[in-house]
């Protein structure tokens, strides 16, 4: 159970253009899910947090023009990168908190971004 | 604001082994403490939840202990497989503060 799935797993792009990365809970809802940017050899780095219909919630120095997120149903959410630049390749994950449990969350496998 | 400091950075096992990774913790109402593994190029896979002190919890070969002011993964006898990036957060609200993370490097 807890399983949280990402799409796509890779993805290569031309600078200028934008990345949807779909986040999906398989086998639960998840009232909030929260994205992260992961650098080589540093630790995970909480960019947002969304919860269902409503707007996400950026951490301070995340440009939220650059980061779209959208969490239209308690099973998906999406992170837009948009005008993508090469110093936006990174490694990406979602992760997502179950409605009815408590404050555990369960993580997608990630996507790796580069932008060319 | 949530602290986590673990350690130590790097560990290097021989099979069957077994040893200790800390997880030191300051914040304000402890909410959860959690321990996931992360291999490389994948997301952290879901280990243990702790809530309160004196609590453990077991599986497989790892056994997760919390204290106040700690808590501690233990690895039995461990395998190659074991080898892994584990990661420690906390959580005082919503927010997961994480540590650097231990790499266990387990030789045959």
């Known amino acids: 159970g807890a399983v949280v799935s990402q799409h796509p797993s890779w993805v290569i792009c031309k600078s200028g253009t934008s990345v949807k990365i779909e986040c999906r809970s398989l086998d639960f809802q998840a009232t909030t899910m929260f994205w992260y940017r992961q650098f080589p050899k540093q630790s995970l780095m909480l960019m947002a947090t969304?919860?269902?219909?409503?707007?996400?919630?950026?951490e301070q120095g995340v440009e939220k023009d650059k980061f779209l997120i959208n969490h239209a149903s308690l099973t998906l959410s999406t992170l837009t990168v948009t005008s993508a630049h090469p110093e936006d390749s990174s490694f990406y994950i979602c992760?997502?908190?179950?409605?009815?449990?408590?404050?555990?969350?369960?993580f997608g496998p990630g996507t790796r971004l580069l932008v060319l | 604001e949530d602290q986590v400091t673990q350690s130590p950075e790097a560990l290097r096992l021989q099979e069957g082994e077994s040893s200790s990774l800390n997880c030191s913790y300051t914040?304000?109402?402890?909410?959860?403490l959690f321990w996931y593994r992360q291999d490389p190029g994948k997301g952290p896979e879901f280990l243990f939840t702790l809530y309160s002190a004196g609590e453990e919890k077991e599986k497989e070969r790892l056994k997760a202990t919390l204290t106040k002011k700690e808590s501690f993964l233990h690895i039995t006898a461990p395998k190659p497989e074991d080898s892994a990036t584990y990661l420690c957060a906390v959580t005082s609200d919503y927010k997961l503060s994480f540590g650097a993370g231990t790499t266990v490097t387990v030789r045959a």
């Open positions: 914040v304000s109402g402890l909410r959860g």
């Open positions: 969304s919860n269902e219909g409503s707007k996400a919630t950026y």
């Open positions: 992760s997502a908190r179950s409605a009815g449990g408590r404050e555990t969350q369960y």
